[in-house]
């Protein structure tokens, strides 16, 4: 089984890892990122799994995050496996891989985020 999740934008600068905003700047948008994807999960019926295999697939356009900003960024969403029980825990235990890979796209509304996590 495969949980596919799409955003329409890149995390949020504030937390990704070369931000340097005050916890509080980080507040809101965690908020956020974390309610779209309690949504989308739930919207899913997603079964339990034991240990996942996470996959980013960007659509950028302009200059692309660095893979571990884009890593960091999406730790808010990867908690959310966490918070609706599908996963235990987030360690490396049952997170055993996490990939990136990016797409060029033209015009900025192309532009989106894919999270796909699987079952080992």
């Given at each position: 089984?495969?949980?596919?999740i799409?955003?329409s934008e890149?995390?949020?600068?504030?937390?990704?890892?070369?931000s340097?905003a005050h916890?509080r700047?980080k507040?809101?948008?965690?908020?956020?990122?974390?309610?779209?994807t309690?949504?989308?999960?739930?919207?899913?019926?997603?079964?339990s799994m034991g240990r996942?295999?996470?996959?980013?697939?960007?659509y950028?356009?302009?200059?692309p995050?660095?893979?571990?900003?884009l890593i960091?960024?999406m730790?808010?969403?990867?908690d959310?496996?966490?918070?609706?029980?599908?996963?235990?825990?987030?360690?490396?235990?049952?997170?055993?891989?996490i990939?990136?890979?990016?797409?060029?796209?033209p015009?900025?509304?192309?532009v989106?985020?894919?999270m796909?996590v699987?079952?080992?």
């Amino acid at each position: 089984m495969t949980i596919r999740i799409e955003y329409s934008e890149m995390p949020p600068k504030e937390l990704r890892g070369n931000s340097r905003a005050h916890w509080r700047a980080k507040l809101r948008p965690k908020e956020n990122l974390q309610n779209t994807t309690l949504f989308e999960l739930r919207g899913q019926d997603c079964p339990s799994m034991g240990r996942i295999n996470v996959k980013y697939i960007a659509y950028y356009c302009g200059k692309p995050i660095d893979r571990d900003n884009l890593i960091i960024g999406m730790k808010a969403a990867l908690d959310c496996f966490v918070i609706d029980g599908i996963i235990e825990d987030d360690n490396p235990n049952y997170v055993k891989s996490i990939e990136v890979e990016y797409h060029r796209v033209p015009h900025k509304k192309d532009v989106k985020l894919i999270m796909e996590v699987s079952e080992v």
